[in-house]
């Protein structure tokens, strides 16, 4: 329905279900039975009692917590922040999702040098593409499930003629046709046993190899079918192809982003990042991603703004399309003047290990060699503050950093880890201001942190487009955290040490029966001795004027469900550092930490 069309297949489903349920009842009728179907008709169109006591205290000790949350982060922000030395060249700027990870890095980056700004913007970096992976059937939508995509961008070797493109993904599609019948054939019923009595010795060197966490189990799907050496020579390709019937699409139309619309779309991106002015030598676009391996729950670990995957793909169409001469030049017509010393270089931050990794650096100039030198210094250094940091909850606290760091690298590959990291564990803060509000707090990797300065917001429309979307995304990953908590029976999907996967990502089963599952493990919540999410509803901190605010919360009804009806509370920043918060009726009330 985002996109436009038609499914009924969870209605049809259902009706399946009712059906089913029919037959069975008419089959087996008998009295006993007509009784208790009566009884359960009658308890299920019953309201849950609200007189009950014990609710009234959860109720109240719930709004405690809560509002212990609230005066915290309100006395952290209405602290004013330090104004920023704008006029003053940064060293480097680096733009990170606004994954609530990234608060953890981006504070250890900025202590390590003081002289890179970092900024916050969804992850996908304001281009709405698809991304065709070489040899696939089909594209991959890089943005966030609210967007549908404008463009499909294809991934090439570089510097490949069409016709060696073209061979090189059939001979992917190949490897990977044989992978799957191979894997069919040792797994199907007729041959699974004498497959293991004959060739299983084969297997020795990989088992243990795989079982000592020397080596991944599987390929990551985005390897899968690729020889050692051709990932690398892989990239975004933003010109169409020279001949259109090369142009392998699967009726979403040419790859590419046409030079007429390449100005419009970085001005899009550049605006909503706030990134119009005082440009640094390097511009870091930070993605994110995890590497984990026999983890179906994967894509919960990846980034939620590129639909569940890594971060890599956009942040490198974005740097490409910035360092686009026809894309400047057309930027410089719009009033954003891009310095010709500036490059923009794309990097990936991998949240298991904190190891941020830099693509495409071949292709910039020499001059800029010893700026890219100093930017993985700093990086690498960020990365140990970062894992030092998060030490603390993956059980290695106290230990030197390179014992932290070995750590975290046997997590990747150790195919028994049922918690390599914590991912979202403990969101409970979406804040939009400028960075200067949060630069001195220390918010422990619980805030989804997005730069916004409604000074050069003209019209509201960033406003407005982070009021429906990212924060709306932030609402849904904070609920699947509270809910798969405080009631994980119904809406998370117990241990992950049972679980088994269903139709591939339909949802799993916890053993061999039960209701399908589909929210979180209690291994993403508790580490077996204590939790590590604290179930608090999303608290969002908007730095800009009141009547803007209003105006959003009226046109987008959403939105103004998701205030009214408290599933977020939402807290507006004024510009001196006052703190209110949104009631029902459209009213205001000042608050502070005391309060």
């Known amino acids: 329905r985002l996109a436009g069309g038609k499914d009924d297949t969870m209605r049809e489903l ?23 179907w009566k009884e359960v008709l009658r308890e299920a169109s019953v309201s849950a009692p609200s007189a009950d006591p014990a609710h009234h205290v959860d109720a109240l000790l719930q709004i405690a917590l809560e509002a212990g949350y609230q005066r915290q982060m309100i006395g952290a922000l209405s602290r004013s922040g330090r104004p920023e ?18 608060e953890i890095f981006r504070r250890a980056l900025e202590t390590v040098s ?36 404008s463009y499909r961008i294809r991934e090439a070797p570089a510097g490949a003629s069409e016709e060696e493109i073209g061979r090189m993904a059939e001979e992917r599609r190949q490897r990977i046709r044989v992978s799957q019948a191979w894997k069919t054939f040792k797994t199907s019923a007729s041959s699974c046993f004498s497959f293991v009595e004959s060739f299983g010795v084969l297997s020795v060197g990989k088992l243990l190899g795989d079982s000592m ?17 051709e990932t690398r020579l892989l990239k975004p390709v ?12 699967d009726g979403s139309g040419p790859s590419g982003i046409p030079l007429a619309d390449r100005p419009a779309v970085a001005e899009f991106a550049l605006r909503n990042m706030g990134l119009i002015r005082n440009f640094s030598r390097v ?5 994110h991603g995890s590497t984990t391996t026999n983890n179906p729950q994967a894509t919960a670990l990846d980034c939620g703004a590129c639909a569940g995957q890594t971060g890599e793909a956009s942040a490198r169409i974005v740097a490409l399309l910035l360092n686009d001469p026809v894309t400047r030049k057309g930027l410089a017509q719009k009033g954003i003047e891009i310095p010709d010393d500036t490059v923009f270089v794309a990097g990936l ?86 960075r200067a509000r949060t630069r001195h707090s220390n918010l422990s990797g619980r805030s989804f942190l997005h730069d916004y300065n409604w000074q050069d917001d003209v019209g509201f429309s960033t406003l407005q487009l982070i009021m429906t979307a990212p924060m ?25 040490v049972l679980h088994n996967v269903v139709g591939g990502s339909i949802g799993v089963l916890e053993g061999n029966g039960g209701d399908l599952r589909v929210g979180l493990a209690m291994q993403s919540l508790h580490d077996g001795q204590r939790w590590i999410h604290e179930p608090l509803r999303l608290n969002v901190f908007v730095e800009a004027p009141q009547q803007p605010i209003d105006d959003v919360i009226a046109r987008h009804e959403l939105v103004r469900n998701l205030i009214e009806n408290e599933w977020i509370f939402f807290f507006r920043i004024s510009e001196e550092g006052g703190i209110f918060r949104r009631l029902a009726g459209q009213k205001w009330q000042e608050v502070s930490a005391k309060s």
């Open 14 to 36: 259902l009706a399946i279900r009712l059906v089913w349920d029919a037959i069975l009842f008419n089959l087996r009728k008998n009295m006993y039975l007509e009784k208790k």
């Open 85 to 102: 030395e704008a006029e003053i060249r940064a060293e480097a700027q680096a733009v990170f999702c606004i994954d609530v990870r990234s």
């Open 114 to 149: 003081p002289a890179v700004r970092t900024h916050g913007f969804a992850g996908f970096f304001g281009v709405l593409a698809a991304y065709h992976p070489l040899g696939a059937a089909s594209p991959k939508g890089h943005l966030p499930i609210l967007f549908n995509p």
């Open 213 to 229: 966490g020397w080596s991944r189990s599987v390929d990551h799907p985005d390897t899968k079918g690729l020889k050692k050496g």
């Open 238 to 249: 933003l010109d169409p192809p020279r001949d259109v019937a090369a142009d392998r699409g």
């Open 283 to 287: 511009v870091l676009l930070v993605g």
């Open 349 to 434: 931050h991998d949240t298991v290990t904190d190891r941020v990794d830099l693509y495409d650096t071949e292709i910039l100039p020499p001059s800029h060699d010893g700026d890219i030198r100093k930017l993985r210094q700093w990086l690498d250094a960020a990365g140990q503050a970062t894992r030092m940091e998060r030490a603390a909850f993956l059980g290695t606290a106290g230990l030197p950093a390179p014992h932290v760091a070995a750590d975290v690298l046997r997590r990747t590959r150790d195919w028994a880890e049922v918690r390599p990291e914590w991912a979202l564990a403990g969101n409970a803060a979406f804040i939009a201001a400028p």
């Open 472 to 496: 709306v995304v932030g609402n849904w990953i904070n609920m699947q955290y509270y809910g798969s908590m405080v009631d994980n029976l119904r809406f998370g999907s117990g241990n992950k």
